[in-house]
Nanobody
């Protein structure tokens, strides 16, 4: 069983930065694909960024160039550095882990960006 705990959310102003962290426990996730999703009120959950075990990253178009996903395998932790935040980035952000067979979610952390 994998447990994912997100932290780092909060209330910021447009243009500010935040760094989200996702600490994993239960097993070593060095070979797993890790990802961040978000869900705004009244909208479907959407992918934000992902990083494979070998460090390959992908981003949704709206965050490309502003957000950076990274991982520290020694700490079993994945990060999402969010710069130049916009009000439309407001959402609950979820961490996810995939082994290719199983999938786990964290409980989410709220990010609110005021204009």
């Amino acid at each position: 069983q994998v447990r994912l705990v997100e932290s780092g959310g909060g209330l910021v102003q447009a243009g500010d930065s935040l760094r989200l962290s996702c600490a994993a426990s239960g097993r070593t996730l060095i070979s797993y694909t890790m990802a961040w999703f978000r869900q705004a009120p009244g909208k479907q959950r959407e992918s934000v960024a992902s990083i494979t075990g070998d460090g390959t990253t992908t981003y949704r178009d709206s965050v490309q160039g502003r957000f950076t996903i990274s991982r520290d395998n020694a700490k079993n932790t994945v990060y999402l550095q969010m710069d130049s935040l916009r009000p439309e980035d407001t959402a609950v952000y979820y961490c996810a882990a995939s082994s290719g067979i199983s999938f786990w979610w964290g409980q989410g952390t709220q990010v609110t960006v005021s204009s």
